[in-house]
Every structure is written in C-alpha cells, then in structure tokens.
C-alpha cells in the first residue's frame, strides 16, 4: 500500500512531554508555538486580530483553543484526501496501531477525540454531536470548510 495515514503518538517514556505539533490555519505548517506564530506571521488576519484584542483571559483562550483545532481539522482533511500523511489528534494515544477512522471532530471546536470518547468531551464553545461530526468528516472540501467555518 502507498499511501498511509499515521496518527501521532505520544513521545516514548516521556509524560508531560511537549512535543507537540499543531497546524496553522493560514499557512498549513506545524508549528510547536503555534499561538507566538500566529502573532509573528498573521497578525494582520481578522481572527488573530480579535484574540490578540481580547481582554477577557478565558474568553481569549477559547479564541485560541478554536483556530489552533481548525488549523489541525483542515490538515486531517487533507490527510484523509491524499490517503497518507500524520493525523493529528486532541489525546494521542500510546500505541502506534490506533486507526485514524476512530477518531471524530467535535462539531463546535473541532478538536478530534475517539468516537467512543466523545461523550464525555464538555465543549465550551457549544454543543457537540456525533452526527454533525461526521458531516464535518463526510464533506471534506477544505476551500469550502475554511469558508464556513470561518
């Protein structure tokens, strides 16, 4: 088989490691400081304007919690489209053997958790779905995506 999705683990015998990667929104890369680029490469852009703006501390992480997973969303979408890449994923898992079609976005905050995990993710951006969910998966335009969710 050519092509192959992978999804991250975590670092081996290390917890609390910060390895971590996340996807600009803007500009597709990895980034481990994803917030410091944000401010440093799209500071001119409306979204990271109104968090850069925002006074209220929670109000400006939930900001942040939701560009970094959009980031993170439309790369899995073009990981699923290509048919290989790393998946990126809210808890990696410890094993390497972990399916990436396991694995669902919250329909509020796009953070990605196990299907059979889902129902205890308390989204504080609003109320999540299975259903919805799989929609977000099930379209895949990542154009049209980055339009609507934006």
């Known amino acids: ?21 996340y996807y600009c929104l803007f500009c597709s890369k990895p980034q481990s400081k994803i917030v410091r680029h944000l401010r440093r490469a ?11 703006d925002e006074k209220d501390p929670a109000r400006r992480n939930l900001l942040i919690t939701k560009l970094r997973n959009i980031g ?10 290509k048919g290989e890449g790393t998946f990126h994923v809210g808890r990696r898992p410890r094993c390497e053997n972990a399916n990436y079609e396991d694995y669902l976005p919250c ?9 059979t995990e ?11 779905s299975v259903r919805q969910s799989k929609l977000l998966v099930s379209s895949g335009n990542p154009e049209l995506l980055q339009e609507v969710l934006l």
Do not use: P
């Open 118 to 128: 889902m129902w205890r993710h308390k989204c504080k951006l609003g109320k999540s």
């Open 42 to 52: 799209h500071a001119d852009e409306a979204q990271v304007m109104e968090f850069v």
């Open 72 to 81: 993170s969303h439309l790369h899995n979408l073009e990981v699923m489209k």
């Open 1 to 21: 088989m050519a092509g192959r999705i992978t999804i991250a683990v975590c670092s081996e015998g290390k917890r609390g490691s910060w390895d971590k990667r």
């Open 107 to 115: 329909s509020s905050c796009y953070l990605y958790m196990l299907k």
